[in-house]
């Protein structure tokens, strides 16, 4: 239902930035609204799941979910949009965690990456139907049904939960509400800040001011979660060289391909024109490739360890990215759907490669603290990724001589694969043996 909801959004972006008279190079806030608070609320998520079970609460998240996608669909302006959309993120902020914390509950270590590798499958086909299905509802309906065919799934969603989710409840103490102002304050200021930067909507001293403000949050954060016996996130996870080199490392990363998602239906319909129904067909082969390779990933992984695929990947991932930047409206569609499936198998190895490599080493002790910190990690990048994106793509439409050339997107995607392409320098940190635990692999 995630999958399917971004996906099909991205499509209908234009759509909708129509329907409410903005700019849709302007639109990024309903998307950043939305990430940004799973990365605000999802340190909540393995608290309430510890205290609860992980059955109640993942059925509540889906209602959650649900609930904020028929307020989308009431939506009558952008600021009414992006308040539904944060409802919709307090429940994807426990979905995802809470469905991974039981697998790292019930299955042992030398069995989880096939297993998360498996279940990441059926999850895909959101992305797989999304755009497809995104184009033909805006052209065949109206863009509200994009979020009212979340209704059906949740349903069915919250029925699976209670018949088939175990019910783990662990021993949980008081929730840290002082660490969790701290921290999540810093979050949302940062990307606020980064938001106001990419579409030019506040002064330049406001953004300093509240960039200052967020780093002055954090260091106050672990100042005081370091004297706290059970903090909100324990700074003691750093300690772990393979989740700070993956969380450091999925950063970096997403900067660069964060914001693909968002930019490649608007490249095909706001630069080359394309109807949202074909746009969202010729995305269908990527999501396709993205899902179809799952399979190959823990083999790869199994043979070169998690150090040279990672590293050997995300440069591939770098120059496939800069690729994009030499298409135009006239590129012959055999090219573009060849780097979209290309983009797909490869992307998929990374996104695999990245999350698991950050639970590698955790243990029953930390495996709560440690999901919810690499959770976080993974969205305040998506957010940071879509953020910068959208500042490049502002920029480079206000420079006459860029406007004027095929399209504002060029100098976007080079900037972005050689932001991808440094993200090298973080996963180089690893050892060859990093990872072996999950992988398997002999050394």
């Not at 991974?100 to 086909?125: C, E, H, M, S, W």
């Not at 060289?241 to 319909?269: D, K, N, Y």
């Amino acid at each position: 239902m995630q999958a399917l909801d971004g996906t099909i959004l991205n499509t209908a972006i234009p759509s909708i930035a129509k329907d409410l008279g903005h700019p849709p190079l302007a639109m990024q806030s309903i998307i950043v609204a939305y990430t940004i608070t799973l990365a605000i609320f999802i340190p909540l998520s393995g608290w309430l799941s510890d205290r609860f079970g992980t059955k109640i609460i993942f059925s509540i998240a889906i209602a959650l979910f649900a609930l904020g996608s028929v307020f989308c669909a009431a939506s009558q302006n952008l600021s009414q949009l992006i308040l539904s959309r944060i409802l919709q993120g307090m429940g994807g902020s426990i979905m995802v965690p809470v469905a991974r914390l039981t697998v790292l509950y019930v299955y042992p270590k030398d069995q989880l990456l096939k297993v998360l590798n498996f279940i990441a499958i059926p999850g895909l086909a959101g992305a797989v139907v999304g755009p497809s299905l995104g184009g033909w509802l805006v052209e065949l309906a109206t863009w509200h049904w994009i979020f009212l065919i979340n209704i059906p799934i949740a349903a069915v969603g919250i029925w699976m939960a209670i018949k088939f989710l175990p019910q783990i409840k662990r021993p949980e103490g008081k929730f840290d509400l002082i660490g969790f102002l701290l921290f999540s304050g810093s979050l949302s200021l940062q990307t606020y800040a980064l938001e106001l930067t990419a579409t030019a909507a506040g002064k330049a001293s406001s953004i300093l001011i509240l960039f200052f403000v967020a780093i002055l949050l954090i260091v106050l954060y672990v100042y005081y979660a370091r004297r706290k016996s059970d903090p909100l996130i324990p700074p003691s996870l750093f300690k772990i060289r393979t989740l700070r080199v993956g969380i450091i490392g999925s950063l970096a990363t997403r900067l660069g391909i964060g914001g693909f998602p968002l930019l490649l239906p608007l490249m095909l319909q706001v630069g080359f024109e394309y109807e949202p129904s074909i746009a969202g067909m010729m995305l269908l082969p990527m999501a396709l490739a993205n899902v179809l390779s799952k399979p190959m990933v823990v083999p790869i992984i199994k043979k070169y360890g998690y150090k040279t695929t990672l590293i050997v990947n995300t440069l591939l991932l770098a120059i496939l990215l800069s690729l994009f930047a030499f298409l135009s409206a006239g590129t012959p569609l055999l090219i573009i759907l060849g780097l979209m499936v290309m983009y797909g198998i490869i992307s998929s190895v990374q996104f695999t490669t990245m999350n698991t490599i950050s639970i590698a080493d955790l243990d029953a002790s930390n495996s709560s603290d440690g999901n919810s910190l690499v959770a976080v990690a993974q969205q305040l990048s998506i957010s940071f990724g879509i953020s910068i994106a959208g500042l490049l793509v502002h920029n480079f439409s206000k420079l006459e001589h860029v406007v004027k050339s095929d399209n504002i997107f060029t100098y976007t995607f080079i900037i972005l694969g050689l932001l991808t392409g440094l993200s090298t320098l973080v996963f180089n940190r690893l050892q060859p043996g990093d990872g072996s635990k999950l992988s398997g692999k002999k050394l």
